[in-house]
């Protein structure tokens, strides 16, 4: 075939110059006393045709001084021209010997047959046509064809090592006696030891130590000619065919005719490959044209395993001299897979029942042949790789284990990481983990998965990061439907919740925050320990260190451990042991420390109420009382007006709201010794008094009148309700007269400073105010008031007329409150509201 026929090197005329010398080659073949053996002496004559001459070919002292001295170190020189094509991502043959032979290893004996020609001499035929050169280089070749034979039977693995090793040393002797011959008649003979497989478990062992053997040879011809090349100067960094000198492509040409001259396929192949990366001293596309050459000699193997290796070696060398090639690759793959067919076939099968193995172990001596071309075709291949494993990811989640999903997963890590691969692929990636999602349920055996949080890790962008980060979270959100406690779970959740948590920054949106902390407080509230309440108080412990910057989440985990004290107090069924008040007291602890961290002034308002109520709840005292008077003292930092839902809204509604549950929770808070009689409830109304409020405001009389019941409510013999085991005001005080005197005076002050607003309110635009919060405190009058005492009676009628004045009360309310206390006047004990219902008229507005 033309195309793979040597290029001629001719001189062309731009080449002439008329100070260049002439150059008179004369080459002499000598035929040395050891048959075979032959080496190539020349001499040159250079006659100059000017004295300029000299100046220009070289020969000038200061030139001969550069040459001699460039010479020196033309092995280092040499390594460090040659520039690796491969980089420091794609592992090498040499990472993968070692194993390779450690775990294809055999306890049968095994054989080495040699040839290794004869001694005498042969004859030229009279009359040939072909030069001498030519007719010494068939009788050599013959030669290795045909010759004694030296066979090794019996040996053992090491044995066997051994020996090749001793050929491989034997090749480099001969080559440094400049037995060039008899190196490549070693070379042929290792070659052929590859079409045997008589021990077939070993071949994947004997493959690699024959291989070293052919890369020492093709090491040794590469140098010889590139020290051809470097004479008078070095060849330059990243040389070309025209920077070859005649001599040096002469001898390459020679090596190339040799080898193509060997009878038998399989060691013609492995020696040409072994030598493939000389043709860069021929032509610049030598290489690009003779690996489809020698891809295609392969198919004429008939062993599939032989063929699979030498393949694996093409491949091999092919990466060395030409990575870019990825065609060539691609068609040994595929040539590969068509092989298959034949392990089914006659042949293969009844190898294998003469050797008795199996065809699971059979196929398992593939695996170094495929795991290597597949390693060569994927290199630096981010866009087809990453397209290709996208697919596989389902296919494997489909219909294998979580041994091979993280087995493909650990594959695209180990391809996407270099040089950041995974930067250009991340849709790819996204892909392959909704498709893990998709087939996997169970998050314990996800997540039990080696490289499942590694691949995470591979989306470094924060936006991507986050996106697939809640993606796992809202599929984990709605098939995990019991509360979990796995520890595998536990922590890769964790792990990627605080992914979440922690892209969170000043320029985070709202609405994404608070996205964000939904799907936490979500996996938050699906984990439980049972009755392990100290571990699941240390997870909150963990949780609030975690996620720190989202407010709602810190919220979450106070209610947590309110509520994990209170399950406490239901399981003990009321026994309060030593160990369970003290970890009552380390749930308010939590609590205590993490509420003033929260930023929003009524979470921890009605945190703090919370906490104080389920301390008390669990008879911690002093726990409560700290929380309770924690509440009081940040009233005066609530705003005149909140931001809700984006919109500022007025404070006070919410803040009258808090105040009413705190009034009906300090009913059952005794007073402490050291801080006098309803010391509470005196501090909130100080606050209360103190308090900024909006102009035009009828807030704190409000709050005024809200008190009113309370007290009334803590004058009474028997409280409305009480905690079991703890004594309230009632017990502690027992109805003792200067305690009810102490209310007496402290209603007093609140009527009076009730009525003092009530008369401020006198002007036109304020009447109807004035109208409903008489009203207002009539009800609370009537409700807890002893209307037997003449005043009260009195300010009952007179509050019921000033609220219906100006005709601005509700009629109906009106009508059925009169109904009503004339139903309480007909009870025996009630019969002093008849003279108080027929002083309240309804008056309309004139």
């Excluded at 194993?99 to 035929?125: C, H, Q, V, W, Y």
């Excluded at 005196?682 to 009828?698: A, F, I, P």
Aim: glycine fraction near 4%; charge should be neutral.
């Amino acid at each position: 075939d033309k195309k793979f026929r040597p290029e001629p090197f001719l001189v062309e005329f731009g080449e002439y110059h008329p100070l260049k010398p002439i150059m008179v080659t004369d080459t002499k073949t000598r035929r040395g006393a050891r048959k075979g053996s032959t080496s190539s002496s020349s001499s040159s004559s250079s006659v100059p045709t000017d004295p300029l001459s000299s100046m220009l070919d070289g020969t000038d002292p200061l030139s001969m001084f550069a040459a001699a001295s460039a010479s020196e170190d033309l092995g280092r020189r040499k390594r460090d021209k040659e520039e690796d094509p491969l980089g420091p991502d794609f592992e090498p043959w040499s990472s993968k010997r070692g194993e390779i032979l450690a775990r294809f290893t055999t306890t049968e004996k095994l054989s080495i047959n040699l040839f290794m020609g004869s001694d005498k001499g042969k004859a030229p035929s009279p009359g040939s046509a072909v030069s001498e050169k030519v007719r010494t280089r068939l009788e050599e070749l013959d030669d290795l064809e045909e010759g004694s034979q030296r066979e090794l039977l019996n040996l053992s693995q090491q044995d066997y090592a051994n020996r090749i090793e001793e050929l491989n040393q034997s090749l480099k002797e001969a080559w440094a006696a400049d037995q060039k011959v008899k190196a490549l008649k070693i070379v042929i003979q290792c070659a052929k030891l590859l079409s045997d497989t008589s021990v077939i478990q070993f071949y994947p062992s004997k493959f690699v130590l024959i291989t070293d053997i052919l890369d020492t040879f093709g090491r040794l011809v590469y140098e010889r000619i590139w020290t051809m090349c470097s004479d008078p100067r070095p060849l330059p960094d990243g040389f070309t065919v025209d920077d070859v000198n005649d001599t040096a492509k002469e001898t390459c040409l020679n090596w190339f005719f040799k080898i193509a001259s060997i009878r038998e396929l399989l060691p013609r192949l492995y020696v040409e490959a072994a030598i493939l990366k000389c043709n860069r001293f021929l032509s610049k596309t030598g290489i690009q044209e003779i690996l489809p050459r020698l891809t295609a000699m392969i198919r004429g193997i008939g062993d599939p395993l032989v063929a699979a290796y030498a393949r694996a070696y093409l491949c091999r060398v092919g990466m060395e001299v030409a990575p870019q090639l990825k065609d060539n690759l691609n068609r040994n793959f595929f040539d590969l897979l068509g092989t298959f067919r034949q392990i089914s076939g006659e042949n293969v099968q009844n190898q294998l029942v003469l050797q008795r193995v199996e065809v699971p172990e059979y196929l398992t001596l593939y695996s170094p042949a495929i795991n290597w071309i597949l390693q060569c075709i994927a290199y630096r291949a981010p866009e087809d790789y990453i397209n290709c494993a996208e697919i596989w990811v389902e296919f494997t989640c489909r219909h294998f284990t979580k041994r091979e999903v993280n087995t493909i997963l650990a594959d695209i890590i180990k391809h996407m990481t270099p040089d950041r691969a995974f930067e250009d692929a991340y849709p790819q990636l996204q892909s392959a983990i909704r498709k893990i999602l998709l087939y996997f349920h169970n998050f314990s055996v996800l997540f039990s998965i080696e490289r499942f949080l590694p691949f995470l890790d591979m989306f470094q962008k924060d936006s991507v990061r986050v996106e697939v980060c809640r993606s796992i979270t809202d599929v984990f959100l709605k098939n995990q439907v019991e509360p979990t406690r796995d520890p595998v779970i536990l922590n890769a959740m964790l792990h990627i919740c605080k992914t979440m948590h922690d892209s969170v920054n000043a320029l985070t949106l709202e609405d994404e925050k608070r996205s964000l902390a939904l799907l936490i407080i979500g996996f938050i509230r699906m984990v439980s320990f049972g009755r392990d309440f100290e571990q699941q108080l240390s997870f909150c412990v963990e949780a609030r260190a975690t996620f720190c910057n989202l407010e709602p989440v810190l919220v979450q985990l106070i209610h947590t451990v309110n509520q994990l004290a209170m399950e406490t107090r239901k399981v003990m069924k009321g026994n309060h042991s030593r160990k369970t008040a003290a970890f009552v007291r380390a749930c308010a602890a939590y609590s205590f420390i993490t509420i003033p961290s929260l930023s929003n002034i009524f979470s921890r308002l009605n945190l703090y109420l919370l906490s104080g109520q389920v301390a008390l709840a669990n008879q911690c005292l002093s726990q409560a009382d700290a929380f309770l008077k924690a509440a009081v003292s940040i009233l005066p930092e609530v705003p005149r007006s909140i931001s809700v839902e984006g919109k500022f809204r007025s404070s006070e509604n919410f803040l009258l709201d808090f105040i009413n549950n705190f009034l009906a929770t300090l009913l059952v808070v005794p007073d402490h010794p050291e801080h006098g009689v309803l010391y509470l409830v005196r501090g909130l109304l100080n606050m209360v008094q103190d308090y900024t409020w909006e102009d035009n405001s009828d807030a704190k009389v409000r709050v005024y009148t809200s008190a009113l019941p309370l007290l009334a409510a803590m004058s009474q013999e028997t409280y409305l309700y009480s905690i079991p085991k703890m004594d309230s005001n009632e017990t502690l005080y027992g109805g003792d007269p200067k305690f009810l005197s102490e209310i007496n005076k402290l209603c007093e002050t609140l009527i009076g400073q009730i009525l003092d607003h009530l008369k401020a309110l006198s002007k036109d635009e304020s009447i109807r105010r004035q109208g409903a919060l008489a009203f207002s405190l009539f009800g609370v009058v009537l409700a807890h008031g002893d209307l037997r005492n003449n005043k009260l009676s009195q300010l009952s009628v007179n509050l019921w007329n000033l609220s219906h004045k100006h005709g601005y009360c509700e009629t109906r309310m009106s009508v059925r409150t009169l109904e009503c206390i004339k139903h309480q006047a007909q009870q025996h004990d009630m019969t002093h509201l008849t003279d108080v219902v027929q002083r309240l008229a309804l008056q309309s507005r004139t």
